[in-house]
Antibody, heavy 120, light 107 residues
């Protein structure tokens, strides 16, 4: 079965960097694009970034453009979210998701999430 | 950016009631609209893509429909496990915006 497992969250000081990882199993990793979605405490869902199945195309929310980088490692079936210059407003649970298909790029499967807390 | 609004923002229902949630897009998105369910403290679960296509494991009491820029999620007979927050998302273009959510509570 499809499984997505995030790691790398924690408490980080403002201005520092962090790399989130999402390990994937149960499907052909190279056939699917992936997304990151976040949810601030008590708030709604916010799409953050997407990467195509071959890594050739990446997309970012304006709120994170220039600070976040999404990438993938097809050898280890892992994709990443590198976060630079963390801000308090980046505090959220970060979910990794698989795209339903190349056409329907909305999530079909979700990980359980990893909490990032930005605080001094 | 495409904006999504949802109505109502919250509702109370009894087990067995019919529940309808509406999502409106600020511009045409054809049928590139998805629905998600999120129970408290849990990861979201995908319900529909392309407005009315079931994701895996979704009970048949759920349905999705579309009319122009209006999209509807219906639960024909709400069950205890359906009390949750529901979100729509457009993926017609980037950024893939979410609606603000609709909370479905037990009456």
């Amino acid at each position: 079965q499809v499984r997505l497992e995030e790691s790398g969250g924690g408490v980080v000081r403002p201005g520092r960097s962090l790399r989130l990882a999402c390990g994937a199993s149960g499907f052909t990793f190279t056939a699917f694009g992936m997304n990151w979605v976040r949810q601030a405490p008590g708030k709604g869902l916010e799409w953050v970034a997407s990467i195509s199945h071959d890594g050739a195309k990446t997309y970012y929310a304006d709120s994170v453009k220039g600070r976040f980088t999404i990438s993938r490692d097809d050898y280890s079936n892992t994709f990443y979210l590198q976060i630079l210059s963390l801000r308090p407003e980046d505090t959220a649970v970060y979910f990794c998701t698989r795209m339903s298909s190349a056409i329907h790029t909305t999530p079909d499967y979700w990980g359980q999430g990893t909490l990032v807390t930005v605080s001094s | 950016d495409i904006q999504l609004s949802q109505s109502p923002s919250s509702l109370s229902a009894s087990v067995g009631d019919r529940v309808t949630i509406t999502c409106r897009a600020s511009q045409g998105i054809t049928n590139y609209l998805a629905w998600f369910q999120q129970r408290p403290g849990k990861a979201p679960k995908s319900l529909f893509y392309a407005a009315s296509n079931f994701q895996s494991g979704v009970p048949s009491r759920f349905s999705g429909s579309a009319s122009g820029t209006y999209f509807t999620l219906t639960i024909t007979s709400v069950q205890p496990e359906d009390f949750a927050t529901y979100y729509c998302q457009q993926y017609y273009n980037y950024p893939h915006t979410f609606g603000p959510g609709t909370i479905v509570e037990i009456k």
